[in-house]
């Protein structure tokens, strides 16, 4: 369903109705967004993390690495 880029839209996970604006962009999407909200998203990383913190000191480790490895950006 195309929705017009200024509607609200429900959140899929919160099922709350929200303005447009708070959800990510998403050009595979039919109307141009994310299903979830940021606020959701924002959840569910949050989860992840903390969920398994090794994954967030790895993500950490690659990201110095990349630093390290590209000084110019």
Do not use: Y
């Not at 039919?30 to 979830?36: E, F, L, M, N, T």
């Not at 569910?44 to 967030?56: F, I, Y």
């Amino acid at each position: 369903m195309l929705l017009h880029p200024q509607e609200p839209e429900e959140s899929r996970k919160c099922g709350l109705i929200k303005p447009i604006d708070l959800f990510p962009r998403n050009r595979q999407s039919s109307d141009g967004h994310r299903a979830r909200c940021k606020p959701c998203h924002a959840d569910d990383v949050r989860q992840w993390t903390h969920a398994k913190p090794e994954r967030l000191e790895r993500a950490r480790k690659r990201v110095v690495e990349w630093k390290q490895q590209h000084p110019e950006m």
